[in-house]
């Protein structure tokens, strides 16, 4: 083993990663009065510098900005091998982590998501109820300010938001009277983003480019406010720190802290009592799987053998429909405009099991126009002369502003041979083994996409379009990463328990998203959070017990 760094103070807490989760655990450990260090491979972004208020936003999108990282391939990014996967992972290494480029669409789980065994027969229960996490998630969306509309009927009855809906807009509306006339269940689309200020946000301007970033300092994101509150209370936060190892000391069975590689390649070492992974569904189990010892020589807290294994990339498919009225499909805000949980449940009729969230959504830019986020596009018929000259002009005249869509998120079923394992030869910038993901999408996912798709384009045509594209599936799609940790109360089934805490190790603790046991069929943002603060509050209530244990 390489040389151990430089000798730092201990803290309560250190935190590995500074996005959703991990934002989570710092803003409440600092209130509570904790000592916390976090680690952040990735550096403060301006957001004077993201594109979106710039005349070639969308060309940076898919480069600069690009929200895979090995086409964006910047510094601070670490490689994947993804050639053994039909899903391309998408994610951000910043202060902020990757909420600094998602969506701002903020759903939260449905009550049948924590009982998929017990309801279908599939995967497993989680070791805890929605009801459970409900408080946690109210919590959350008071500190995000989230907009909406309260009374969504595909849920239980909960407390309103606390900021009102932005407009749906044109294209909201249009969208919506196609589901008006099937009979379909339909709402106003909440959003992590709020249409007032609120607790130094400020309200949505519908630029319509937030997963390019937000120049408007209005969609919600850690940088923005959980961390810089944080630091004020006393978070010491240390960007450009990319993470080797944690330490783990096989005499007292307990990590001590970890070792990571500063951003002027100095090898450095963070002593703490407790250690919080919240490093993503890939970027989690690479530091385990990294993290060996005597008593680990199969990687940290992996006596189950499932670190890495059951990893869940939401399928993802997307219907485009085209109108022949001007609907300002430009106008943001490209979260949710609307939202449908019609078909969400299981019907085995369909030949499937469990469903899908549509997401209704504008057009975006005159290149969005053609395609979606990323570099995938669509061409009209398979002709690529469509896409040139002329054509391209007159495409845009037909389209540009005049366009909706749905963007189909269905549930992924844990499987495990969809993994993250450590590459034999890949390599990060710091010479730290990369990531290789081997995913495959499954029969049942793919028989969701194809149903939610027709539905989707049914849904299009009843709304009065002229036109329609439908993509089943997307490579350029994996925003949802899930798995790879799971969470349970059998040892021999889960990586850790119920609170987040390894089976393992009694001081180490996983938040993110790679604890959940199944994925639901929505955007996961919000249960992350909210499990986040689930674990962070108990955490915080047992941490005597946790320092002793």
Not at 154 to 170: F, L
Not at 416 to 432: P, Q, R
Not at 468 to 485: D, I
Request: aromatic share 8%; proline share 7%; hydrophobic share 35%.
């Amino acid at each position: 083993m390489a040389s151990k760094g430089k000798l730092s103070e201990e803290f309560d807490v250190l935190i590995i990663g500074s996005g959703p989760s991990g934002s989570v655990a710092a803003k409440w450990m600092t209130e509570a009065g904790m000592s916390v260090v976090l680690l952040e491979q990735g550096d403060w972004v301006d957001p004077g510098d993201y594109p979106g208020d710039k005349p070639e936003f969308e060309l940076a999108g898919g480069k600069q900005w690009h929200p895979a990282p090995n086409f964006r391939d910047h510094e601070r990014d670490y490689p994947i091998n993804t050639k053994e996967s039909d899903v391309e992972p998408l994610m951000a290494s910043a202060v902020g982590g990757s909420a600094t480029i998602f969506g701002g669409h903020w759903v939260s789980f449905l009550p049948s998501d924590f009982r998929v065994k017990t309801l279908d027969g599939v995967a497993d229960d989680w070791p805890f109820t929605y009801e459970d996490q409900l408080p946690h998630l109210l919590a959350v969306e008071h500190a995000l300010g989230i907009s909406g509309t309260a009374g969504n009927t595909a849920y239980p009855p909960q407390g309103s938001y606390p900021t009102p809906n932005i407009p749906i807009g044109k294209v909201g509306n249009k969208l919506a009277s196609g589901l008006d006339k099937l009979g379909w269940h339909w709402w106003p689309g909440p959003n992590a983003m709020p249409s007032i200020p609120y607790n130094g946000l400020n309200p949505c301007a519908r630029r319509g480019t937030c997963m390019f970033g937000c120049n408007e300092k209005a969609k919600w994101s850690p940088d923005l406010n959980f961390i810089p509150e944080s630091i004020k209370g006393g978070l010491k936060l240390i960007p450009g720190a990319r993470v080797r190892e944690i330490e783990y000391n096989d005499d007292k069975q307990r990590v001590t802290g970890a070792i990571y590689i500063d951003r002027n390649g100095r090898e450095r070492r963070q002593l703490a009592k407790t250690v919080i992974v919240c490093g993503n569904t890939i970027g989690t189990p690479r530091i385990l799987l990294n993290s060996k010892s005597k008593t680990f020589p199969d990687g940290l807290a992996n006596n189950s053998g499932l670190v890495g294994k059951r990893l869940m990339m939401h399928p993802f498919g997307l219907v485009m429909g085209h109108f022949d009225e001007d609907l300002e499909s430009w106008r943001g805000p490209s979260g949710m405009l609307i939202e449908t949980m019609e078909f969400y449940e299981t019907d085995e009729s369909r030949g499937f099991v469990r469903g899908a969230k549509w997401g209704g959504m504008s057009g975006g830019g005159p290149l969005s126009t053609k395609g979606f986020v990323g570099s995938e596009v669509f061409v009209d018929g398979g002709k690529i002369e469509d896409a040139w000259g002329v054509n391209w002009h007159q495409m845009m005249d037909r389209r540009f502003g005049r366009t909706g869509l749905y963007a189909i998120i269905g549930e992924d079923l844990p499987e495990e041979s969809n993994a993250v394992t450590i590459d034999d030869d890949l390599v990060d910038s710091d010479g730290i083994p990369a990531p290789k993901v081997v995913y495959k999408t499954s029969e049942n996912s793919t028989r969701l996409l194809d149903f939610h798709s027709a539905r989707a384009e049914e849904a299009m045509l009843a709304a009065g379009a002229i036109e329609t594209q439908v993509c089943p599936q997307m490579r350029e799609s994996g925003w949802h990463l899930l798995g790879t940790c799971t969470m349970g109360l059998d040892r021999e089934k889960s990586v850790v328990n119920e609170w987040g805490q390894a089976h393992d190790v009694p001081n180490l603790f996983i938040f993110d998203g790679s604890t959940f046991p199944t994925s639901g069929g929505a955007n996961p943002t919000a249960t992350i959070m909210a499990v986040a603060h689930r674990q962070t509050m108990h955490m915080i209530n047992e941490r005597r017990n946790v320092e002793t244990a």
